[in-house]
Structures are given as C-alpha cells and as structure tokens.
C-alpha cells in the first residue's frame, strides 16, 4: 500500500488510465511504409479520446500530488515538533528519512534552501523515486511571517518544530478537481474556441498588415501554442 488505501485506490486508476492512452498512441501513430488497416474513423475516434485523457492525466497527477500533501502533512509536521531544536546532523538525517520511509514509504529531507525547504520524496522498493513522480514535486517551501521574514526549517542548523500548516505549502499544486475527466473536457472545449479566435484575429493581421506601406511595422502574434 502507498500512503493510504484511497491513495493506492486512486494511484491504480489512473495507471489503468495511462495504459490506455499508450495504447491509443500506438493506434494513432503513423506507420511509415506500412498499409493503414485501421479505418480513418476509428484513427480520429481514438486521437478525440487520446487528447482528452492526455489532459485528465495531468490533471490526476496533480490531484496525486495533492493528496500526498494532505495525508502526509501531519506526519511531517509531527516530526518536526518532535525533533524541535534538535541539530540536523548526518544521523538525525537518516532517523527521519527512515521514520516516513517505514510510515508512508517516502523519504523526508529538511533544508533553508531558497529560505527554507522540505523534500518529500515518494519511493520504490529500490529506493528510487516512483509513481511517475519528479524528484521536485513534493518541494514543500515555507512562506514569511507577519513580520516580512521568511520563517527557517533550520535555525542554526536545528530542527524548527513550531512551523504550523499555515507556514509551509507544496510549491505550484492547484486544488484537488473532483472530476478530472470533465474538467478536461472543459479545458479542451475552451482551448478549441480559443484556437479558433486565434485563427481569425491572424487571418485579421494578415490583411491589416496587407494595407501597410514599408515604413510602418508589420504586427505578429507570438506566445500562443496551437497544442496542449
């Protein structure tokens, strides 16, 4: 089990997920000196279904993410109180990391880089991060205090146990979406509407730039990718 059971739930579906976007890639790729046996129809079918799960997965990993957070957060925060003003040496090091390992099988490291910082590191049996998982999405920064200072994981190089929930936070994870295959389907549609405004305000350009003498610069559009 990973975590918590409704995480390991949650894991599984969507690695489930993944499977079948693989096997949609493959039906859509193109077989170069190859016969195409597939009908068009089924190609295009499978593209529709492949773009909107390729968006429902992000948005799953982030959920992912999310509830990771949450379900590990009191422990991190318990550790902390615990080894309050404790000097984070090598051994210290290792008797925290090995508490969240045999807790959630995730590694835990305490640092003031950027001000101060808190690695969680999700892992495998071979120790190595999983899941899918970067090595810095579980980067939990601390915020700054009423008085403009940034609060520390260290002090001297020991151990903060008073930092609250309220302190820290997992750095560029939205909010859980509750439903990530209609938020994707509600992403796609906005995104395909927005794509068509673009296509319209260039084939505008193109004919304003059309009526300009040499002098007067010609206007682009720039920024805007044509793909999620």
Same mark, same amino acid.
């Given at each position: 089990?990973?975590?918590?059971? @409704?995480?390991?739930?949650?894991?599984?579906?969507?690695?489930?997920? /993944?499977? /079948?976007?693989? !096997?949609?890639?493959?039906?859509? *790729?193109?077989?170069?000196?190859?016969?195409?046996?597939?009908?068009?129809? &089924?190609?295009?079918? $499978?593209? @529709?279904?492949?773009?909107?799960?390729?968006?429902?997965?992000?948005?799953?990993?982030?959920? $992912?993410? /999310?509830?990771?957070?949450?379900?590990?957060?009191?422990?991190?925060?318990?550790?902390?109180?615990?080894?309050?003003?404790?000097?984070?040496?090598?051994?210290?090091?290792?008797?925290?990391? !090995?508490?969240?390992? @045999?807790?959630?099988?995730?590694?835990?490291?305490?640092?003031?880089?950027?001000?101060?910082?808190? &690695?969680?590191?999700?892992?495998?049996?071979?120790?190595?991060?999983?899941?899918? +998982? /970067?090595? &810095?999405? +579980? &980067?939990?920064?601390?915020?700054?205090?009423? =008085?403009?200072?940034?609060?520390?994981?260290?002090? =001297?190089?020991?151990?903060?146990?008073?930092?609250?929930?309220? =302190?820290?936070?997992?750095?560029?994870?939205?909010?859980?979406?509750? !439903?990530?295959?209609? *938020? @994707? $389907?509600?992403?796609?549609?906005? +995104?395909?509407?927005?794509?068509?405004?673009? !296509?319209? +305000?260039?084939?505008?350009?193109?004919?304003?730039?059309?009526?300009?003498?040499?002098?007067?610069? *010609?206007?682009?559009?720039?920024?805007?990718?044509?793909?999620?």
């Amino acid at each position: 089990m990973f975590i918590n059971e @409704a995480i390991t739930r949650y894991m599984e579906e969507t690695a489930t997920k /993944r499977r /079948r976007a693989n !096997d949609l890639e493959e039906l859509t *790729r193109p077989q170069w000196g190859k016969p195409c046996k597939t009908p068009i129809k &089924d190609i295009e079918a $499978a593209a @529709a279904e492949l773009a909107l799960l390729n968006i429902e997965l992000k948005i799953r990993h982030d959920n $992912a993410r /999310r509830m990771i957070y949450d379900a590990t957060l009191p422990a991190i925060l318990d550790i902390l109180k615990k080894w309050n003003g404790k000097p984070y040496g090598e051994k210290t090091k290792q008797k925290i990391s !090995d508490e969240m390992k @045999a807790r959630f099988n995730c590694a835990l490291y305490l640092s003031n880089t950027y001000g101060g910082k808190i &690695d969680l590191v999700p892992l495998n049996g071979e120790g190595y991060t999983n899941y899918n +998982f /970067r090595y &810095d999405e +579980f &980067d939990i920064f601390t915020r700054y205090s009423s =008085d403009g200072q940034q609060i520390h994981v260290l002090n =001297d190089n020991r151990i903060n146990g008073a930092i609250t929930a309220d =302190d820290i936070y997992l750095s560029n994870c939205p909010a859980i979406v509750a !439903d990530p295959a209609a *938020r @994707a $389907a509600e992403i796609l549609t906005a +995104f395909t509407e927005l794509k068509r405004k673009q !296509d319209q +305000f260039e084939r505008e350009i193109t004919q304003f730039n059309n009526l300009l003498p040499s002098g007067i610069e *010609r206007r682009h559009i720039s920024g805007f990718r044509n793909y999620l």
